[in-house]
């Protein structure tokens, strides 16, 4: 079992800047794939960006060149910085843990909220 546990989220206005963070505890293998997904209201979930435990990356279109998400190994720990907030980048985040047998754990999600 992994927990996972999000916090960054908060109110902000367009053009500003967060940084969301998602610790991951319990029994955790080398090997995974740690994501940040997405919700805004009324709208399916959607992938946000991908880091994998060698440090590559993928993001949606919609974020490259604002978004960056990297890891921390020796901590469990993810990161989304997020630059250059719009509006349509409101919604819950939630932090995804893939692992190597195909399981998928989520956290409980944090609220992002932009203003224009």
């Known amino acids: 079992q992994v927990q996972l546990v999000e916090s960054g989220g908060d109110l902000v206005q367009a053009g500003g800047s967060l940084r969301l963070s998602c610790a991951a505890s319990g029994i955790i293998f080398s090997s995974n794939v740690r994501a940040w997904y997405r919700q805004a209201p009324g709208k399916q979930r959607e992938l946000v960006a991908t880091i994998t435990s060698g440090g590559s990356t993928n993001y949606a279109d919609s974020v490259k060149g604002r978004f960056t998400i990297s890891r921390d190994n020796a901590k469990n720990t993810v990161y989304l910085q997020m630059n250059s907030l719009i509006p349509e980048d409101r919604g819950v985040y939630y932090c995804?843990?893939?692992?190597?047998?195909?399981?998928?754990?989520w956290g409980q999600g944090t609220q992002v909220t932009v203003s224009s």
């Open positions: 995804n843990h893939h692992t190597r047998y195909g399981t998928d754990y």
